[in-house]
């Protein structure tokens, strides 16, 4: 709720930038820092400081946890077991730094291939969304396979990279398809961006579902652990433990589910999780109708 209150800020801030700078060619990721040059001085000193101190720490408490994230993500996942998996803890930590070296140089270059913040964000959104399919469908389906995860990852590149301009081996999909699309699935005569995820979201989850049901299924010993750390809660001064184990002595939670059957593992939501998803729902009302009536 809190970044929704933001959202609300930086648009008003967009919609102020238009007003003043109308008619003048800027580059669009140039307004905000303009309008802080321009204006901050002239409200208090020593707020251009503080607005490049607020900045810097906005970006580095989210590039930290990228890193380091990131880093233990490639150590603990692929390095470890696929590439060295006997060595002492030294070693391993000495990989996630290094590792955490490669991720920040990659984010470096990765910033200077786009030209725009705008075109940045929609590639995140494009590959968070491609790679949720699998988390969300094993959430709540035992059936899914590590398998299907894979085709399911797989098959939405492609179909993104289907649906997109690929100038390395000269592949336009709008110059061959646009046309035969109807005009509400365009922007600019070319496949709008929501369009284009949802045609590679309907093919991910659909392979995701066909692949699962034709490979070999997890292990079911395994699943009742994995399902039963999902839906135990944590207790203050709980011991750190393996991945996917409870602590000795604990009990799992019941099973209940919305629907009664051995494959799916949709939990049945507590009365607390009802009234704190109305109440949400309420929050968002009341900020939609604040920032009307501010626009008004």
Known sequence: MLKRVCTIAWVL???????????????????YGLMAHDFLPMIAPGLIGLFIASMLAAVMSSCDCFMVSSAALFTENIYKPLIKPDRGEKHYILVGRITSLAVVAGGVIFAFRFTSVVEGLEIFWRVQAMMGIAIWVSFFWRKATAVAAWASTLSSF?????????????WNFNAHFAHYLPDFMLYESQLSLPWQMIFYLTVGLAVMVIVSLFTKPQDKEILDRVYECMRTPVKPGEPEVEPLTLPEGTTPAPRSVLINHPDFEITKPSRESVLGFLATWVAVALLIGIFVWILR
């Open 13 to 31: 801030i967009g919609l102020c930038g238009i007003g003043l700078y109308a008619g003048k060619t800027i580059h669009i990721d140039y307004v």
């Open 158 to 170: 492609v179909a993104w990279f289907f649906t997109s301009k690929i100038d390395l081996i000269g």
